[in-house]
T-cell receptor, first 116, second 110 residues
Framework: EPEVTQTPSHQVTQMGQEVILRCVPISNHLYFYWYRQILGQKVEFLVSFYNNEISEKSEIFDDQFSVERPDGSNFTLKIRSTKLEDSAMYFC??????????????FGNGTRLTVT | LAKTTQPISMDSYEGQEVNITCSHNNIATNDYITWYQQFPSQGPRFIIQGYKTKVTNEVASLFIPADRKSSTLSLPRVSLSDTAVYYCLVINQAGTALIFGKGTTLSVSS
């Protein structure tokens, strides 16, 4: 079964540094998402992306965040200047089509970001 | 989107059937009910989705009464590996962001 793959699995960075989290969605999927989950808390929506532009974003997704689909396969999340509170597991997800009855989200296994 | 309410936690033993009920009193005509499962340190995984009556797949069954104000996820004969957080969500449009609540933490013991 096709999977959403994320790299790296664990990223450690210093406060103020830029990080790029990478995702390869399932190849025929049209919608792409980033979520995050701070340890012990719920899964939080960050942003959705469709047709090469942001569809929705949450209040968490402020100016320090950006997303890009640089080629036909990768989907990236950039955090410009990391803060301690950005430490979390970041999940990428993708979904296939425009039919709500047949478009579950497929999540990757996440990148654990640790900001020191 | 309709708000969902589900128990924070449930305990069960191996081999038992587990039913997790979710309330969505304000569900709209176009809304579907969808359930996800999350194991520790993994992303959520889609389990099942339905609109009305009953849906069954190889993993679970989903029961939705006629008024659709609630739904019940049924896991037959759970095993230790079913220990996870289960999320009930409502969605009405493909591509719309799923907003996760706290879910139900199911603990299965031997």
């Amino acid at each position: 079964e096709p999977e959403v793959t994320q790299t790296p699995s664990h990223q450690v960075t210093q406060m103020g540094q830029e990080v790029i989290l990478r995702c390869v969605p399932i190849s025929n999927h049209l919608y792409f998402y980033w979520y995050r989950q701070i340890l012990g808390q719920k899964v939080e929506f960050l942003v959705s992306f469709y047709n090469n532009e942001i569809s929705e974003k949450s209040e968490i997704f402020d100016d320090q965040f950006s997303v890009e689909r640089p080629d036909g396969s990768n989907f990236t999340l950039k955090i410009r200047s990391t803060k301690l509170e950005d430490s979390a597991m970041y999940f990428c997800a993708s979904s296939e089509n425009l039919d709500v009855a047949n478009s579950p989200l497929h999540f990757g296994n996440g990148t654990r970001l640790t900001v020191t | 989107l309709a708000k969902t309410t589900q128990p924070i936690s449930m305990d069960s033993y191996e081999g038992q059937e587990v039913n997790i009920t979710c309330s969505h009193n304000n569900i709209a005509t176009n809304d579907y009910i969808t359930w996800y499962q999350q194991f520790p340190s993994q992303g959520p995984r889609f389990i099942i989705q339905g609109y009305k009556t009953k849906v069954t797949n190889e993993v679970a069954s989903l029961f939705i009464p006629a008024d659709r104000k609630s739904s019940t996820l049924s896991l037959p004969r759970v095993s230790l590996s079913d220990t996870a957080v289960y999320y009930c969500l409502v969605i009405n449009q493909a591509g719309t962001a799923l907003i996760f609540g706290k879910g139900t933490t199911l603990s299965v013991s031997s």
